[in-house]
Protein backbone atom coordinates (compact mmCIF):
# COMPACT_ATOMS: atom_id res chain seq x y z
CA UNK A 1 0.00 0.00 0.00
CA UNK A 2 2.99 2.33 0.85
CA UNK A 3 4.95 1.20 -2.24
CA UNK A 4 1.51 2.43 -4.37
CA UNK A 5 1.21 5.42 -2.47
CA UNK A 6 5.18 6.36 -3.36
CA UNK A 7 5.33 4.90 -6.89
CA UNK A 8 1.58 6.69 -8.07
CA UNK A 9 2.23 9.86 -9.90
CA UNK A 10 -1.10 12.21 -10.21
CA UNK A 11 0.00 13.58 -13.73
CA UNK A 12 0.90 10.26 -15.42
CA UNK A 13 -2.49 10.32 -17.68
CA UNK A 14 -1.63 14.13 -18.16
CA UNK A 15 -1.84 17.63 -16.88
CA UNK A 16 -5.22 18.74 -15.71
CA UNK A 17 -6.33 21.53 -14.00
CA UNK A 18 -7.24 19.77 -11.12
CA UNK A 19 -3.62 17.75 -10.68
CA UNK A 20 -1.78 20.94 -11.61
CA UNK A 21 -3.76 23.08 -8.65
CA UNK A 22 -3.24 19.97 -6.41
CA UNK A 23 0.74 20.00 -7.16
CA UNK A 24 1.23 23.80 -6.94
CA UNK A 25 -0.73 23.94 -3.69
CA UNK A 26 1.65 21.19 -1.97
CA UNK A 27 4.65 22.54 -3.69
CA UNK A 28 3.89 26.07 -2.09
CA UNK A 29 3.12 24.71 1.15
CA UNK A 30 6.28 22.23 1.63
CA UNK A 31 8.35 25.37 0.25
CA UNK A 32 7.08 27.34 3.27
CA UNK A 33 7.88 24.23 5.68
CA UNK A 34 11.33 24.06 4.13
CA UNK A 35 11.94 27.82 4.48
CA UNK A 36 11.11 27.59 8.43
CA UNK A 37 13.73 24.38 8.95
CA UNK A 38 16.15 26.99 6.84
CA UNK A 39 15.19 29.85 9.38
CA UNK A 40 15.82 27.79 12.67
CA UNK A 41 18.63 29.19 14.30
CA UNK A 42 19.52 31.11 11.40
CA UNK A 43 19.82 34.64 10.00
CA UNK A 44 18.15 35.54 7.12
CA UNK A 45 16.51 38.57 4.81
CA UNK A 46 13.08 38.31 3.68
CA UNK A 47 13.39 38.51 -0.12
CA UNK A 48 15.76 35.58 0.20
CA UNK A 49 13.14 32.87 2.61
CA UNK A 50 10.22 34.44 0.22
CA UNK A 51 11.99 33.29 -2.94
CA UNK A 52 12.85 29.68 -1.07
CA UNK A 53 9.71 29.25 -0.18
CA UNK A 54 8.33 29.50 -3.69
CA UNK A 55 11.20 27.96 -5.53
CA UNK A 56 9.26 24.62 -5.21
CA UNK A 57 6.25 26.14 -7.26
CA UNK A 58 8.59 27.32 -9.42
CA UNK A 59 10.16 24.26 -10.56
CA UNK A 60 7.24 22.43 -10.55
CA UNK A 61 5.50 24.62 -12.98
CA UNK A 62 8.43 24.33 -15.37
CA UNK A 63 8.17 20.54 -15.02
CA UNK A 64 4.75 19.91 -15.79
CA UNK A 65 5.33 22.04 -18.70
CA UNK A 66 7.93 19.99 -20.10
CA UNK A 67 5.92 17.05 -19.37
CA UNK A 68 8.69 14.46 -20.77
CA UNK A 69 9.21 16.53 -23.84
CA UNK A 70 12.93 16.07 -24.49
CA UNK A 71 12.90 18.88 -27.13
CA UNK A 72 10.91 21.59 -24.58
CA UNK A 73 13.51 20.19 -21.80
CA UNK A 74 16.37 21.16 -24.33
CA UNK A 75 14.64 24.74 -24.69
CA UNK A 76 13.85 25.37 -20.96
CA UNK A 77 17.83 24.40 -19.85
CA UNK A 78 18.69 27.00 -22.62
CA UNK A 79 16.66 29.31 -21.25
CA UNK A 80 18.25 28.89 -17.60
CA UNK A 81 21.58 28.86 -18.97
CA UNK A 82 20.64 32.54 -19.85
CA UNK A 83 20.03 33.46 -15.73
CA UNK A 84 22.93 34.84 -14.28
CA UNK A 85 22.18 35.10 -9.70
CA UNK A 86 23.82 38.86 -9.13
CA UNK A 87 23.91 38.56 -5.23
CA UNK A 88 26.12 38.07 -1.51
CA UNK A 89 27.74 34.65 -1.85
CA UNK A 90 25.72 32.15 -0.25
CA UNK A 91 26.63 29.64 2.63
CA UNK A 92 26.45 26.06 2.54
CA UNK A 93 23.29 26.28 4.58
CA UNK A 94 21.81 28.80 1.37
CA UNK A 95 22.80 26.09 -1.39
CA UNK A 96 21.71 23.03 0.59
CA UNK A 97 18.11 24.86 1.00
CA UNK A 98 17.96 25.86 -2.62
CA UNK A 99 18.53 22.16 -3.75
CA UNK A 100 16.27 21.14 -0.96
CA UNK A 101 13.59 22.97 -2.17
CA UNK A 102 14.30 22.85 -6.57
CA UNK A 103 14.13 18.43 -5.22
CA UNK A 104 10.75 19.28 -3.72
CA UNK A 105 9.77 21.08 -7.04
CA UNK A 106 11.14 18.36 -9.21
CA UNK A 107 9.18 15.63 -7.22
CA UNK A 108 5.87 17.33 -7.26
CA UNK A 109 6.29 18.80 -11.03
CA UNK A 110 6.36 14.71 -11.82
CA UNK A 111 3.39 13.89 -9.54
CA UNK A 112 4.92 12.21 -6.74
CA UNK A 113 3.57 14.06 -3.76
CA UNK A 114 3.69 11.99 -0.80
CA UNK A 115 7.34 11.56 -2.32
CA UNK A 116 7.72 15.30 -1.54
CA UNK A 117 6.46 15.24 1.33
CA UNK A 118 7.75 12.20 2.71
CA UNK A 119 11.35 13.88 1.42
CA UNK A 120 10.64 16.94 3.10
CA UNK A 121 9.92 15.24 6.64
CA UNK A 122 13.04 12.96 6.57
CA UNK A 123 15.70 16.03 5.70
CA UNK A 124 13.71 17.86 7.56
CA UNK A 125 13.63 16.46 10.92
CA UNK A 126 17.18 15.01 10.05
CA UNK A 127 18.64 19.00 9.66
CA UNK A 128 16.52 20.29 12.46
CA UNK A 129 18.40 17.57 14.71
CA UNK A 130 21.68 18.16 13.66
CA UNK A 131 21.54 21.82 14.28
CA UNK A 132 20.40 20.84 18.03
CA UNK A 133 23.33 18.83 18.85
CA UNK A 134 26.62 19.54 19.19
CA UNK A 135 27.31 17.97 16.12
CA UNK A 136 30.48 19.88 14.49
CA UNK A 137 30.60 22.65 16.47
CA UNK A 138 33.63 24.41 16.87
CA UNK A 139 35.05 25.03 20.37
CA UNK A 140 35.15 27.44 22.81
CA UNK A 141 39.26 28.00 22.92
CA UNK A 142 39.57 28.46 19.50
CA UNK A 143 39.97 32.45 18.67
CA UNK A 144 40.42 34.72 16.31
CA UNK A 145 43.02 37.25 17.77
CA UNK A 146 43.69 41.09 16.43
CA UNK A 147 46.80 42.77 17.77
CA UNK A 148 48.32 45.83 17.36
CA UNK A 149 51.82 46.99 17.93
CA UNK A 150 54.35 49.67 17.71
CA UNK A 151 56.73 49.31 14.44
CA UNK A 152 59.64 49.53 16.92
CA UNK A 153 58.47 45.89 18.05
CA UNK A 154 59.98 42.68 15.89
CA UNK A 155 56.19 41.14 15.88
CA UNK A 156 58.03 37.49 14.57
CA UNK A 157 58.94 36.80 18.02
CA UNK A 158 57.85 38.80 20.16
CA UNK A 159 54.82 37.23 21.67
CA UNK A 160 56.31 33.80 21.67
CA UNK A 161 56.68 33.53 25.37
CA UNK A 162 53.07 34.51 25.88
CA UNK A 163 51.85 32.10 23.26
CA UNK A 164 53.41 29.27 24.66
CA UNK A 165 51.94 30.04 28.33
CA UNK A 166 48.40 30.25 27.20
CA UNK A 167 47.67 28.30 23.32
CA UNK A 168 47.65 25.52 22.40
CA UNK A 169 48.33 26.92 18.80
CA UNK A 170 48.92 30.49 17.19
CA UNK A 171 49.56 30.78 14.27
CA UNK A 172 49.98 34.26 12.20
CA UNK A 173 47.59 34.52 9.45
CA UNK A 174 48.38 38.60 7.88
CA UNK A 175 50.70 41.45 9.75
CA UNK A 176 49.59 44.49 7.79
CA UNK A 177 51.10 48.71 8.43
CA UNK A 178 48.68 51.31 9.87
CA UNK A 179 48.46 54.73 10.69
CA UNK A 180 50.92 55.78 7.96
CA UNK A 181 53.44 52.88 8.81
CA UNK A 182 53.93 53.81 12.43
CA UNK A 183 51.33 50.70 13.47
CA UNK A 184 51.29 46.83 12.46
CA UNK A 185 48.23 44.80 12.73
CA UNK A 186 48.75 41.44 13.13
CA UNK A 187 45.86 38.42 12.69
CA UNK A 188 46.23 35.23 14.74
CA UNK A 189 44.47 32.23 15.08
CA UNK A 190 44.56 30.54 18.38
CA UNK A 191 43.13 28.05 20.50
CA UNK A 192 43.85 28.63 24.62
CA UNK A 193 44.54 25.57 26.66
CA UNK A 194 41.88 27.06 29.25
CA UNK A 195 38.91 29.78 28.11
CA UNK A 196 38.90 31.01 31.69
CA UNK A 197 42.12 32.26 31.22
CA UNK A 198 41.37 34.30 28.37
CA UNK A 199 41.35 37.55 30.60
CA UNK A 200 45.12 36.91 31.99
CA UNK A 201 46.31 35.72 28.09
CA UNK A 202 45.25 39.82 26.78
CA UNK A 203 46.44 41.58 29.85
CA UNK A 204 49.50 39.99 29.10
CA UNK A 205 49.80 40.96 25.43
CA UNK A 206 48.37 44.86 26.73
CA UNK A 207 51.86 44.96 29.03
CA UNK A 208 54.03 43.52 25.75
CA UNK A 209 52.12 46.11 22.93
CA UNK A 210 52.34 49.22 25.01
CA UNK A 211 48.37 48.97 25.92
CA UNK A 212 47.35 49.54 22.35
CA UNK A 213 44.03 47.70 20.59
CA UNK A 214 43.40 43.77 20.95
CA UNK A 215 40.78 42.30 19.69
CA UNK A 216 39.93 38.33 20.86
CA UNK A 217 36.63 36.07 19.49
CA UNK A 218 35.12 33.51 17.69
CA UNK A 219 36.31 32.60 14.81
CA UNK A 220 34.42 33.76 11.88
CA UNK A 221 32.06 31.11 9.45
CA UNK A 222 33.87 29.76 6.73
CA UNK A 223 31.64 30.56 3.43
CA UNK A 224 31.19 26.95 1.92
CA UNK A 225 30.86 27.11 -1.54
Known amino acids: MINEILTTSIVSNGITAQN ?61 SLVRFRSIPGGAREIGSIFLSMAIGLAAGMGYIAIAALFVLII ?45 KSDLITAKTTNMGSLYELYYQIKLKNVKDEKKFIDDLRCRNGNLNIMCGRLKKKEEL
Open 20 to 80: FLICSIVSIALGIISTFIYMYKNSYSKNFVVTLALLPAIVQGVILLVNGNLGTGVAVMGAF
Open 124 to 168: GIANLILLSSNFADQKNSEKDLKIIIPESLDYTEVFDDIFEKYTT
